[in-house]
T-cell receptor, first 111, second 114 residues
Framework: QKEVEQDPGPLSVPEGAIVSLNCTYS??????FMWYRQYSRKGPELLMY????GNKEDGRFTAQVDKSSKYISLFIRDSQPSDSATYLC???????????FGAGTTVTVRA | DAGVIQSPRHEVTEMGQEVTLRCKPISGHDYLFWYRQTMMRGLELLIY????????DSGMPEDRFSAKMPNASFSTLKIQPSEPRDSAVYFC????????????FGEGSRLTVL
């Protein structure tokens, strides 16, 4: 079983819809949780990060971490065609900078 | 800043040939990572360095793979001999090692081994 599980989708939504993405993990030592966005044929880029449990909001993006359930989520409000990309969750322990990635969910926002 | 620079962007080679991938990290970043991405396995960490010293190479698949970081501005990932199952996109990433440990990725080197 992988340390980080993420449904690869694909997910297709109309413009303006809320996109909901999530990951589960098995390693209770993970403390830092991140979401990366990867456009086709590009490297991943960091969208948001959260330390430990809780919510974090940045514009149209909200990240949630529930450590008791080992479950993290990313919500994209008022989705735009430019949000079409693959979204990867990533997480790491406090002791090192090794990131473990989910498989990535491919999202298409239809105009 | 120019970001993380990788070369070559594309490489097509024949089985058995040596492949060398190159990376220039962002200046001032203390950490450098090599990842491999495939459809089947996603993003896998191969090795990472801190201040030019290899810290964890447990993800290197086998002895055919080697990585070096001779100085703070350059790293190589070498595959010798290459095999078709090595076909993947290889990403280099660097990090300043701050609180979040954000990784800055290059655009990747797409390797095809025939």
């Amino acid at each position: 079983q992988k340390e980080v599980e993420q449904d690869p989708g694909p997910l297709s939504v109309p413009e303006g819809a809320i996109v909901s993405l999530n990951c589960t993990y098995s390693n209770s030592a993970f403390q830092y949780f991140m979401w990366y966005r990867q456009y086709s044929r590009k490297g991943p880029e960091l969208l948001m990060y959260t330390y430990s449990s809780g919510n974090k909001e940045d514009g149209r993006f909200t990240a949630q971490v529930d450590k008791s359930s080992k479950y993290i989520s990313l919500f994209i409000r008022d989705s735009q065609p430019s949000d079409s990309a693959t979204y990867l969750c990533a997480m790491r322990r406090a002791e090192d900078y090794k990131l473990s990635f989910g498989a990535g969910t491919t999202v298409t926002v239809r105009a | 800043d120019a970001g993380v620079i990788q070369s070559p962007r594309h490489e097509v080679t024949e089985m058995g040939q040596e492949v060398t991938l190159r990376c220039k990290p962002i200046s001032g970043h203390d950490y450098l990572f090599w990842y491999r991405q495939t459809m089947m396995r996603g993003l896998e960490l191969l090795i990472y360095f801190n201040n030019n010293v290899p810290i964890d190479d447990s993800g290197m698949p086998e002895d055919r793979f080697s990585a070096k970081m001779p100085n703070a501005s350059f790293s190589t990932l070498k595959i010798q001999p290459s095999e078709p199952r090595d076909s993947a996109v290889y990403f280099c990433a660097s990090s300043p090692g701050t609180f979040a440990g954000e990784l800055f990725f290059g655009e990747g080197s797409r390797l095809t081994v025939l």
